[in-house]
């Protein structure tokens, strides 16, 4: 039985910094792809950063430069960190893994599992 247990949320002002985690429980972790996603109130689920079982990367537009995503196999947690903070980045953010594949996508539905999710707020 997979499980992902996302922390880390909180509120921060605008231009501060957190670091989200997502630990993985169950079935295989180093080998497949994780990503975030985070849903605003009233507006869909969107992709936030992936990295693939190699360590490649992607970011949304709007992330690029301020989030670093990344992975430690070993503990079987991949990390969020979220720097220069915006308050349109308030929303609940969700880890998301892959069943088996390693590659990296953007794509809410390619991923099988998900976490509960962890509240970030940003004020202005």
């Known amino acids: 039985q997979v499980q992902l247990v996302e922390s880390g949320g909180g509120l921060v002002q605008a231009g501060g910094s957190l670091r989200l985690s997502c630990a993985g429980f169950?079935?295989?972790?180093?080998?497949?792809?994780m990503a975030w996603f985070r849903q605003a109130p009233g507006k869909e689920r969107e992709f936030v950063a992936a990295?693939?079982?190699?360590?490649?990367?992607l970011y949304s537009p709007s992330v690029k430069g301020r989030f670093t995503i990344s992975r430690d196999n070993v503990r079987n947690t991949v990390y969020l960190q979220m720097d220069s903070l915006k308050p349109e980045d308030t929303a609940i953010y969700y880890c998301?893994?892959?069943?088996?594949?390693?590659?990296?996508?953007?794509?809410?539905?390619?991923?099988?599992?998900w976490g509960h999710g962890t509240q970030v707020t940003v004020s202005s």
């Open positions: 998301a893994r892959r069943s088996l594949y390693s590659t990296i996508s953007s794509r809410p539905d390619d991923y099988s599992y």
């Open positions: 169950g079935g295989t972790f180093s080998s497949v792809a």
């Open positions: 990295v693939s079982g190699s360590g490649s990367t």
